[in-house]
T-cell receptor, first 112, second 107 residues
Framework: NAGVTQTPKFQVLKTGQSMTLQCAQD?????MYWYRQDPGMGLRLIYY???????DKGEVPNGYNVSRLNKREFSLRLESAAPSQTSVYFC???????????FGPGTRLTVL | QKEVEQNSGPLSVPEGAIASLNCTYS??????FFWYRQYSGKSPELIMF????GDKEDGRFTAQLNKASQYVSLLIRDSQPSDSATYLC???????FGKGTHLIIQP
Protein backbone atom coordinates (compact mmCIF):
# COMPACT_ATOMS: atom_id res chain seq x y z
CA ASN A 1 0.00 0.00 0.00
CA ALA A 2 2.01 2.95 -1.34
CA GLY A 3 -0.55 5.67 -0.50
CA VAL A 4 -0.04 8.67 -2.77
CA THR A 5 2.85 8.57 -5.23
CA GLN A 6 4.20 11.41 -7.35
CA THR A 7 6.62 11.46 -10.25
CA PRO A 8 9.10 12.91 -10.81
CA LYS A 9 10.64 13.89 -7.44
CA PHE A 10 12.81 16.60 -8.97
CA GLN A 11 12.67 18.43 -12.28
CA VAL A 12 14.49 21.33 -13.90
CA LEU A 13 12.86 23.03 -16.87
CA LYS A 14 13.75 25.92 -19.11
CA THR A 15 11.28 28.75 -19.58
CA GLY A 16 8.69 27.78 -22.18
CA GLN A 17 9.09 24.02 -21.82
CA SER A 18 6.12 21.86 -20.96
CA MET A 19 5.79 18.93 -18.60
CA THR A 20 3.26 16.79 -16.78
CA LEU A 21 3.42 15.90 -13.10
CA GLN A 22 1.92 12.51 -12.35
CA CYS A 23 0.01 11.52 -9.22
CA ALA A 24 -1.56 8.20 -8.28
CA GLN A 25 -3.27 6.90 -5.14
CA ASP A 26 -4.10 3.31 -4.17
CA UNK A 27 -6.55 4.09 -1.34
CA UNK A 28 -9.68 4.14 -3.53
CA UNK A 29 -10.20 7.80 -2.66
CA UNK A 30 -12.78 9.85 -4.51
CA UNK A 31 -11.16 13.29 -4.26
CA MET A 32 -7.74 14.45 -5.38
CA TYR A 33 -5.91 17.78 -5.17
CA TRP A 34 -2.87 19.61 -6.50
CA TYR A 35 -1.10 22.23 -4.37
CA ARG A 36 1.97 24.36 -4.70
CA GLN A 37 4.02 25.43 -1.71
CA ASP A 38 6.32 28.45 -1.75
CA PRO A 39 8.30 29.89 1.17
CA GLY A 40 6.07 32.06 3.34
CA MET A 41 2.98 31.30 1.24
CA GLY A 42 1.80 28.04 2.73
CA LEU A 43 -0.13 25.49 0.66
CA ARG A 44 -2.11 26.98 -2.20
CA LEU A 45 -4.67 24.92 -4.06
CA ILE A 46 -4.17 24.83 -7.84
CA TYR A 47 -6.91 22.43 -8.98
CA TYR A 48 -8.97 19.73 -7.40
CA UNK A 49 -11.16 16.84 -8.46
CA UNK A 50 -13.99 16.22 -6.01
CA UNK A 51 -14.89 12.98 -7.76
CA UNK A 52 -13.89 11.02 -10.85
CA UNK A 53 -14.91 12.92 -13.96
CA UNK A 54 -14.90 16.39 -12.38
CA UNK A 55 -12.21 19.02 -12.00
CA ASP A 56 -12.37 22.55 -10.60
CA LYS A 57 -10.07 25.52 -10.22
CA GLY A 58 -8.55 26.36 -6.89
CA GLU A 59 -6.87 29.52 -5.70
CA VAL A 60 -4.02 29.68 -8.25
CA PRO A 61 -4.99 27.84 -11.49
CA ASN A 62 -3.39 30.14 -14.07
CA GLY A 63 -0.72 28.43 -16.18
CA TYR A 64 -1.84 24.91 -15.25
CA ASN A 65 -4.19 22.25 -16.54
CA VAL A 66 -5.28 18.98 -14.98
CA SER A 67 -6.66 15.64 -16.02
CA ARG A 68 -8.44 13.14 -13.80
CA LEU A 69 -7.46 10.13 -15.88
CA ASN A 70 -9.37 7.63 -13.73
CA LYS A 71 -10.18 7.22 -10.06
CA ARG A 72 -6.53 6.55 -9.20
CA GLU A 73 -4.69 9.14 -11.26
CA PHE A 74 -4.67 12.94 -11.38
CA SER A 75 -2.09 14.73 -13.50
CA LEU A 76 -0.98 18.37 -13.55
CA ARG A 77 0.34 19.91 -16.77
CA LEU A 78 2.42 23.02 -17.27
CA GLU A 79 2.04 24.01 -20.92
CA SER A 80 4.68 26.75 -21.01
CA ALA A 81 6.72 26.86 -17.83
CA ALA A 82 7.65 30.20 -16.28
CA PRO A 83 10.16 31.00 -13.50
CA SER A 84 7.19 31.97 -11.28
CA GLN A 85 6.17 28.31 -11.33
CA THR A 86 9.31 27.28 -9.49
CA SER A 87 7.88 25.61 -6.40
CA VAL A 88 7.25 22.37 -4.56
CA TYR A 89 4.13 20.63 -5.85
CA PHE A 90 2.09 18.30 -3.66
CA CYS A 91 -0.66 15.96 -4.72
CA UNK A 92 -3.17 14.78 -2.12
CA UNK A 93 -6.22 12.57 -1.95
CA UNK A 94 -9.14 12.10 0.42
CA UNK A 95 -11.98 9.63 0.74
CA UNK A 96 -14.60 12.34 0.46
CA UNK A 97 -14.30 15.94 -0.66
CA UNK A 98 -12.17 17.95 1.80
CA UNK A 99 -11.99 15.01 4.20
CA UNK A 100 -8.65 14.16 5.80
CA UNK A 101 -6.08 14.53 3.04
CA UNK A 102 -3.14 12.22 2.44
CA PHE A 103 -0.21 13.85 0.70
CA GLY A 104 2.35 12.54 -1.74
CA PRO A 105 6.08 13.18 -1.19
CA GLY A 106 6.12 16.22 -3.47
CA THR A 107 7.86 17.28 -6.68
CA ARG A 108 10.51 19.98 -6.48
CA LEU A 109 10.33 21.95 -9.75
CA THR A 110 12.80 24.60 -10.85
CA VAL A 111 12.15 26.71 -13.95
CA LEU A 112 15.19 28.55 -15.28
CA GLN B 1 -13.27 33.73 0.11
CA LYS B 2 -13.00 31.74 3.31
CA GLU B 3 -9.78 32.70 5.06
CA VAL B 4 -7.71 30.96 7.68
CA GLU B 5 -5.04 33.02 9.40
CA GLN B 6 -2.01 31.86 11.34
CA ASN B 7 1.00 33.62 12.80
CA SER B 8 3.95 32.36 10.75
CA GLY B 9 6.36 32.48 13.71
CA PRO B 10 8.85 31.15 14.42
CA LEU B 11 7.43 30.21 17.79
CA SER B 12 10.20 29.10 20.13
CA VAL B 13 9.29 26.95 23.16
CA PRO B 14 11.58 25.27 25.72
CA GLU B 15 11.58 21.48 25.82
CA GLY B 16 8.98 20.17 28.26
CA ALA B 17 6.80 23.29 28.09
CA ILE B 18 3.38 23.69 26.48
CA ALA B 19 3.37 24.94 22.89
CA SER B 20 0.25 26.88 21.91
CA LEU B 21 -0.58 27.35 18.23
CA ASN B 22 -3.50 29.47 17.09
CA CYS B 23 -5.59 29.88 13.99
CA THR B 24 -8.43 32.33 13.27
CA TYR B 25 -11.01 32.00 10.53
CA SER B 26 -13.32 34.33 8.71
CA UNK B 27 -16.36 32.16 7.98
CA UNK B 28 -18.79 31.95 10.91
CA UNK B 29 -20.37 28.95 9.24
CA UNK B 30 -17.20 26.85 9.47
CA UNK B 31 -17.95 23.74 11.47
CA UNK B 32 -14.73 21.79 11.73
CA PHE B 33 -10.98 22.05 11.29
CA PHE B 34 -7.87 20.04 10.60
CA TRP B 35 -4.38 20.46 12.03
CA TYR B 36 -1.54 19.12 9.91
CA ARG B 37 2.15 18.85 10.81
CA GLN B 38 4.87 19.29 8.20
CA TYR B 39 8.52 18.52 8.87
CA SER B 40 11.09 20.40 6.81
CA GLY B 41 11.37 18.88 3.35
CA LYS B 42 8.47 16.50 3.95
CA SER B 43 4.77 16.45 3.12
CA PRO B 44 1.99 17.44 5.55
CA GLU B 45 0.38 14.78 7.74
CA LEU B 46 -2.79 14.94 9.83
CA ILE B 47 -2.43 15.59 13.57
CA MET B 48 -5.97 16.34 14.70
CA PHE B 49 -9.49 16.88 13.41
CA UNK B 50 -11.96 18.81 15.53
CA UNK B 51 -15.64 19.32 14.68
CA UNK B 52 -17.35 20.51 17.83
CA UNK B 53 -16.94 23.36 20.27
CA GLY B 54 -14.59 22.63 23.11
CA ASP B 55 -11.52 20.43 23.45
CA LYS B 56 -10.38 17.22 21.82
CA GLU B 57 -7.41 15.39 23.27
CA ASP B 58 -5.11 12.83 21.67
CA GLY B 59 -2.03 11.96 23.68
CA ARG B 60 0.07 15.09 24.15
CA PHE B 61 -2.06 17.05 21.66
CA THR B 62 -5.23 19.00 22.44
CA ALA B 63 -7.25 20.84 19.83
CA GLN B 64 -9.64 23.57 20.95
CA LEU B 65 -12.43 25.08 18.88
CA ASN B 66 -14.23 28.27 19.87
CA LYS B 67 -16.91 29.04 17.30
CA ALA B 68 -18.11 32.20 19.04
CA SER B 69 -14.65 33.76 18.83
CA GLN B 70 -13.79 32.07 15.53
CA TYR B 71 -10.51 30.55 16.55
CA VAL B 72 -9.06 27.10 16.77
CA SER B 73 -5.90 26.22 18.66
CA LEU B 74 -3.53 23.31 19.08
CA LEU B 75 -1.75 22.70 22.39
CA ILE B 76 1.25 20.41 22.60
CA ARG B 77 2.10 19.35 26.15
CA ASP B 78 5.56 18.23 27.24
CA SER B 79 7.04 19.58 24.01
CA GLN B 80 9.84 17.51 22.49
CA PRO B 81 12.51 18.51 19.95
CA SER B 82 10.78 16.09 17.54
CA ASP B 83 7.74 18.42 17.63
CA SER B 84 9.76 21.08 15.79
CA ALA B 85 7.88 21.49 12.51
CA THR B 86 5.41 23.73 10.71
CA TYR B 87 1.79 23.33 11.80
CA LEU B 88 -0.95 24.03 9.26
CA CYS B 89 -4.58 24.78 10.05
CA UNK B 90 -7.35 24.11 7.49
CA UNK B 91 -11.10 24.54 7.59
CA UNK B 92 -13.01 21.40 6.74
CA UNK B 93 -15.53 23.21 4.57
CA UNK B 94 -13.26 25.62 2.76
CA UNK B 95 -10.55 25.20 0.21
CA UNK B 96 -7.72 26.99 1.99
CA PHE B 97 -4.96 26.22 4.39
CA GLY B 98 -3.43 28.74 6.74
CA LYS B 99 0.16 29.67 5.92
CA GLY B 100 1.38 27.65 8.88
CA THR B 101 3.25 28.36 12.12
CA HIS B 102 6.88 27.31 12.37
CA LEU B 103 7.45 25.79 15.83
CA ILE B 104 10.92 25.34 17.32
CA ILE B 105 11.38 23.31 20.51
CA GLN B 106 14.60 24.33 22.23
CA PRO B 107 16.44 21.46 24.04
Amino acid sequence: NAGVTQTPKFQVLKTGQSMTLQCAQDMNHNSMYWYRQDPGMGLRLIYYSASEGTTDKGEVPNGYNVSRLNKREFSLRLESAAPSQTSVYFCASSEAFWDTQYFGPGTRLTVL
Amino acid sequence: QKEVEQNSGPLSVPEGAIASLNCTYSDRGSQSFFWYRQYSGKSPELIMFIYSNGDKEDGRFTAQLNKASQYVSLLIRDSQPSDSATYLCAGADGLTFGKGTHLIIQP
